[in-house]
C-alpha cells in the first residue's frame, strides 16, 4: 500500500533556527558564514581603521580620471578621531621642497602599488607635468566584504573647499562581464567640494551630491546618464553629516539621502540592455543572466577623497569663486597648472580645520 506524505509550503529557514533566507550575497575575510534575512551583515563605526577590513590603494594613477592625488597610507591621510575616519588631503610641498615637483621620484614599491596604470606606481616630475602634489586616500573592501543585494546606509560629512572630489561607492569584486563599464558602478554619493561653483544660476559645488550608476558595452557607450540623479541643498551638505543610502534588490536599485528617495532605477525585462536603448548599437547583449545584470554580482565598498582631474566632472562653462578652474581639462599640463592656481583654491581649504576632509561616522550593510 502506498504512503502519502504531505508537505506544508512554510517558509524556508536556515538549519540553524529562525534565520530566513536571503537573496544576498556575500564573499570576504569579514563577510559571515550564513546570511539571514534582514540581518546586520556588515558594520563599521571606525574605533580605528582595522587594515584587515580597510584595503588602502596606493597609487600615482589618478584614479582613471586624470585626478591630482598620490593615494597613499599615510597616517596623516587617513586617521580616526573621536569615532570618525578623516580622509585628509595634504600638500606634497609639507614633505619636500618645491622643486622636488618638478624634478623629484616617487616609487611606490611593487608589493604595496595597487594600480599601476597611467604611471601609477612611479612618476618623475618635470617642468610640464609635475608629480601628484596632493596626498590623500582611498579605502576599500575588495578582500574583506563584498555583497550583491541589500540595504547599505553610510553617514558621512562632504568636505568644502575648492576642486575637492569626495566619493561613496561600489565597483564589483571580480568584474563579470569585463572591465569599467561592462561589469557596472554604484556611486551612492559623490559630490564637489566647491562652495561657490555656478553652472548657470545652479551652485554644482557642496550645495549638491549626486547619486550614479555606471553601465554599458565601453566607456564611450556607458549610460550613466540614465541613472544619475542629483539633491541640493541650500547652505551645503558640508555643514553636518547626512545619511547616504543604497537598498538593491533582484527588482530595483534605490538611492537615496537622509531617508528621502532621490532616484529609483528599475529595469524592464529586457534588462540594462534595454533600458540603455543598447540594441541599436548592433552589439551583442553582454546582460543575459537577469534584468539586473550587471549589478547582479558582488560588489565591494570604496570611501576615497580625489582631488580635480580631467574628465569633465569639473565641467568647462561654469563660474567659481574666487577664480575659475585654473586647468584645461584638455592640456596635457593639467596638473602642473593646478598647482600654479593654488593662491586661489588652497585658502579654501582650510588647512587648519577639518573642512577639507571627508568625515565618515558609520558604515552599514543589512541583508533584504
Not at 553610510?154 to 563579470?176: C, E, M, N, S, T
Request: negative net charge; charged residues 20%.
Amino acid at each position: 500500500m502506498m504512503k502519502f506524505v504531505l508537505f506544508l509550503l512554510l517558509p524556508i529557514y536556515d538549519v540553524y533556527g529562525d534565520c530566513k533566507q536571503s537573496p544576498t550575497t556575500v564573499s570576504g575575510s569579514h563577510a559571515p558564514k550564513n546570511v539571514c534575512s534582514g540581518e546586520l551583515i556588515f558594520e563599521e563605526k571606525f574605533d580605528k581603521i582595522d587594515n584587515g577590513i580597510w584595503q588602502h590603494e596606493q597609487t600615482l594613477g589618478g584614479g582613471g580620471n586624470g585626478e591630482f592625488q598620490w593615494y597613499s597610507d599615510d597616517p596623516k591621510n587617513s586617521y580616526v578621531q573621536d569615532g570618525k575616519l578623516h580622509i585628509k588631503p595634504t600638500l606634497l610641498t609639507d614633505e619636500h621642497n618645491e622643486d622636488f615637483l618638478y624634478s623629484g621620484t616617487i616609487e611606490i614599491p611593487p608589493d604595496k602599488c595597487t594600480n599601476k596604470d597611467n604611471n601609477g606606481c612611479k612618476r618623475t616630475g618635470n617642468s610640464r607635468v609635475i608629480l601628484n602634489p596632493i596626498k590623500s586616500a582611498r579605502l576599500n573592501t575588495v578582500n574583506s566584504f563584498a555583497f550583491k543585494f541589500g540595504k547599505m546606509e553610510v553617514r558621512a560629512k562632504v568636505p568644502a573647499g575648492d576642486w575637492l572630489w569626495p566619493a561613496i561607492w561600489l565597483l564589483p569584486k571580480d568584474w563579470k562581464y569585463g572591465g569599467w563599464p561592462r561589469s557596472g558602478e554604484i556611486d551612492v554619493m559623490e559630490s564637489r567640494g566647491n562652495r561657490q561653483l555656478y553652472a548657470g544660476n545652479k551652485n554644482i559645488g557642496v550645495d549638491e551630491v549626486a547619486c550614479t550608476l555606471h553601465w554599458g558595452p565601453d566607456p564611450a557607450h556607458n549610460q550613466w546618464e540614465k541613472t544619475h540623479y542629483e539633491k541640493n541643498l541650500n547652505g551645503g551638505f558640508d555643514k553636518d553629516f547626512h545619511k547616504y543610502q543604497l537598498e538593491w534588490t533582484p527588482e530595483h536599485i534605490q538611492l537615496s539621502i537622509d531617508d528621502a528617495v532621490v532616484g529609483t532605477v528599475t529595469p524592464p525585462g529586457g534588462g540594462f540592455w534595454e533600458l540603455g536603448n543598447l540594441q541599436q548599437t548592433g552589439m551583442q547583449n553582454l546582460w543575459t543572466n537577469s534584468k539586473m545584470a550587471p549589478f547582479d554580482q558582488n560588489f565591494y565598498i570604496i570611501l576615497n577623497l580625489a582631488i580635480g582631474g580631467t574628465s569633465y566632472y569639473f565641467p568647462d562653462n561654469t563660474n567659481n569663486v574666487p577664480g575659475p578652474r585654473p586647468w584645461s581639462n584638455a592640456a596635457d599640463n593639467a596638473m602642473t597648472t593646478f598647482w600654479q592656481g593654488k593662491g586661489e583654491w588652497l585658502p579654501t581649504w582650510k588647512m587648519n580645520t577639518d573642512d577639507s576632509h571627508l568625515q565618515v561616522d558609520y558604515v552599514k550593510v543589512w541583508a533584504l
